[in-house]
């Protein structure tokens, strides 16, 4: 972008002072830049606490009411604050299984009780049954997988 044409004044005195507002102009841009940058992340890191926040809230009503509970964070929301894994369990078998947000696919304004109707067992569905997810909680990590 050209810089902004501010014509010549005649008299020296007013280019001088001209030439000084401008460079003052100039070098406020770059404070007031720093400042914003700055501000950004923090705002950004009050979101991700308040993501985390409201993952951990969630989590306990799941836990006190068993139920998916409305409302629940989004998917990008959990993601955010640091809780990328879904535990869930089938509701015929109760074979557990985590369900990585980031991959599922779903759009991020997606609430994450709206999932336990669309989540379902791989074990069941091969056996021609197609029951429906059972939400457990939110995880910020996977589950280790025993091997037998």
Partial sequence: MAP?????????GDRKALKKELSKSR????????QAAEMRGRAEAMLRQADKLSCESWNERMWADGE?????????????GGFPWLQIECSRCRTPRDIDLAALGAPATTFVHDL?????????????????????????????????
């Fill in 27 to 34: 070098a406020m841009t770059g404070i007031l830049a720093d």
């Fill in 4 to 12: 902004k044409y501010h014509p010549t004044l005649m008299s020296g």
């Fill in 116 to 148: 336990a109707t669309r989540l379902r067992c791989e074990k069941c569905k091969r056996a021609g049954k197609r029951p429906v997810a059972t939400l457990l909680q939110l995880a910020p990590r996977q589950r280790s997988v025993v091997t037998e």
């Fill in 68 to 80: 998916p509970i409305d409302p629940s964070p989004t998917v990008d929301q959990a993601i955010n």
